[in-house]
Nanobody, 126 residues
């Protein structure tokens, strides 16, 4: 299983970015896929996670209404559309996957994810 995240970069406050995560060796029709981020000096935190069986999606309070997670089965790719970016969104963003269909309360628990991508840096600054 491999996850390849891309799409990060430097953006001004209020701007947008779309992150992509190409998944190989793992079906997007089962399990759970998540986006996490880690800012300097902080712990890794859940941003958005989707249970594939029913597309149930959880968003962190800090990004709800600004970020949208989606998937494309044909491309075996998941996306994170990030709008109205703020300096506090600056972090390395990781995609992760688990074969388990996680319940809502477990979706942001990093210990349940077996597979991780390499991360892509998002910097929000003027």
């Amino acid at each position: 299983v491999q996850l390849q995240a891309s799409g990060g970069g430097l953006v001004q406050p209020g701007g947008s970015l779309r992150l992509s995560c190409v998944v190989s060796g793992f079906s997007l029709r089962s399990g759970t896929i998540g986006w996490f981020r880690q800012a300097p000096g902080k712990e890794r935190e859940g941003v958005s996670c989707m249970r594939q069986s029913d597309r149930s999606t959880r968003y962190a309070d800090s990004v709800r209404g600004r970020f949208t997670m989606s998937r494309d089965h044909a491309k075996n790719t998941v996306y994170l559309q990030m709008n109205s970016l703020q300096p506090e969104d600056t972090a390395v963003y990781y995609c992760a996957a688990t074969t388990r269909g996680l319940i809502w309360s477990s979706m942001f628990a990093t210990q349940y994810y077996n597979y991780w991508g390499q991360g892509t840096l998002v910097t929000v600054s003027s």
